[in-house]
T-cell receptor
Framework: GQNIDQPTEMTATEGAIVQINCTYQ??????LFWYQQHAGEAPTFLSY??LDGLEEKGRFSSFLSRSKGYSYLLLKELQMKDSASYLC??????????WGAGTKLIIKP | DVKVTQSSRYLVKRTGEKVFLECVQD?????MFWYRQDPGLGLRLIYF???????EKGDIPEGYSVSREKKERFSLILESASTNQTSMYLC?????????????FGPGTRLTVL
């Protein structure tokens, strides 16, 4: 079957760096997405990786290794507003998104 | 500013009622999706549509139907609501096909079935 694994919850300190991991097993691969979802709100797009390597976008970076079925989202200079759930999703061979359950990130002062 | 809107943020219905959830997008997107989101589970696809009057079953279509009479509007119908359909329902839209297609989400409808 298809599976996306990510930690349920992580805690980090304001100003620090945190890495959220995502491993996947899917039937085919056509890209990996990261979304941010604040409590009670809609998910919003953060990043897309289809080739191996690191994509940087401001304080957020996303890394992909297709051979290892692995990605991570790196958040630098954490701010209180980064407290949210982070969703990993893989586009499979049918171009459908398979979603992980999300990682709830708690930022402490 | 791109927008996906959903008709209600919160709904409370009784078992057996017919429930309509409406979604409208203003981005002229071809693709529209209905998901449900439950604690501890990833988003699960109920139905999607790649064109007007076209629909495809997702992973969990049982107990649901959809309607897409206009490009901008995609409705989710619970023919006879049951308590196990209590959930957060998210609508999304995207453009493109078989390529990078960021999905834009609505704010969600939290449905409670009593």
């Amino acid at each position: 079957g298809q599976n996306i694994d990510q930690p349920t919850e992580m805690t980090a300190t304001e100003g620090a760096i945190v890495q959220i991991n995502c491993t996947y097993q899917t039937s085919g691969f056509n890209g990996l997405f990261w979304y941010q979802q604040h409590a009670g709100e809609a998910p919003t797009f953060l990043s897309y990786n289809v080739l191996d390597g690191l994509e940087e976008k401001g304080r957020f970076s996303s890394f992909l290794s297709r051979s290892k079925g692995y990605s991570y989202l790196l958040l630098k200079e954490l701010q209180m507003k980064d407290s949210a759930s982070y969703l990993c999703a893989v586009m499979d061979s049918n171009y459908q998104l398979i979603w992980g359950a999300g990682t709830k990130l708690i930022i402490k002062p | 500013d791109v927008k996906v809107t959903q008709s209600s943020r919160y709904l409370v219905k009784r078992t057996g009622e017919k429930v309509f959830l409406e979604c409208v997008q203003d981005m002229d997107h071809e693709n529209m999706f209905w998901y449900r989101q439950d604690p501890g589970l990833g988003l699960r696809l109920i139905y999607f549509s790649y064109d007007v009057k076209m629909k495809e079953k997702g992973d969990i279509p049982e107990g649901y139907s959809v309607s897409r009479e206009k490009k901008e509007r995609f409705s989710l119908i619970l023919e006879s609501a049951s308590t196990n359909q209590t959930s957060m329902y998210l609508c999304a839209s995207s453009s493109g096909w078989r390529d990078y297609n960021e999905q834009f989400f609505g704010p969600g409808t939290r449905l409670t079935v009593l």
